[in-house]
C-alpha cells in the first residue's frame, strides 16, 4: 500500500538547479520522518538530506549543506528537494525514503528514483 513516486530529475548544466518531488501514498505521512539518497554507478547509497515529521529540523550531508534544502508539504503528502550550485558529482539516482518502525527490525520503503544527471 505505501508507495513513493519521485519526479523531477533531468539534465542540467554545472551550476543549475532542479527541484525534485516525492509523491506519497498508502500512510500517514505527517507521522514519518522522510529522507533523500542517491546513488552513482559504483557507489554506495548515500544520505543526502532528512527532515522530521513536522518539517522543523532538517539534517544535511556536508557536500550538501548550503546548496541543497529538503522540505515538506504534509498537506498534499509531498516532500521536496530543492538542489542549487549543482555539481558534475551530484550526478546519481535519487531516491525517496521513509522508515516504518514499528515491525521487527523495520521496513524501508523506497521510490523507484529519478535520475540527475550534471554535465556540460
Known amino acids: 500500500q505505501v508507495q513513493l513516486v519521485e519526479s523531477g530529475g533531468g539534465l542540467v548544466q554545472p551550476g543549475g538547479s532542479l527541484r525534485l518531488s516525492c509523491a506519497a501514498s498508502?500512510?500517514?505521512?505527517?507521522?514519518?520522518?522522510m529522507k533523500w539518497y542517491r546513488q552513482a554507478p559504483g557507489k554506495q547509497r548515500e544520505l543526502v538530506a532528512t527532515?522530521?515529521?513536522?518539517?522543523?529540523?532538517?539534517n544535511y550531508a556536508d557536500s550538501m549543506k548550503g546548496r541543497f534544502t529538503i522540505s515538506r508539504d504534509n498537506a498534499k503528502n509531498t516532500v521536496y528537494l530543492q538542489m542549487n550550485s549543482l555539481k558534475p558529482e551530484d550526478t546519481a539516482v535519487y531516491y525517496c525514503?521513509?522508515?516504518?518502525?514499528?515491525?521487527?527490525?523495520?521496513?524501508?520503503?523506497w521510490g523507484q528514483g529519478t535520475q540527475v544527471t550534471v554535465s556540460s
Open positions: 525514503n521513509t522508515r516504518d518502525t514499528r515491525v521487527l527490525w523495520g521496513k524501508d520503503y
Open positions: 498508502g500512510f500517514t505521512f505527517s507521522s514519518y520522518v
Open positions: 527532515i522530521t515529521e513536522t518539517g522543523r529540523s532538517t
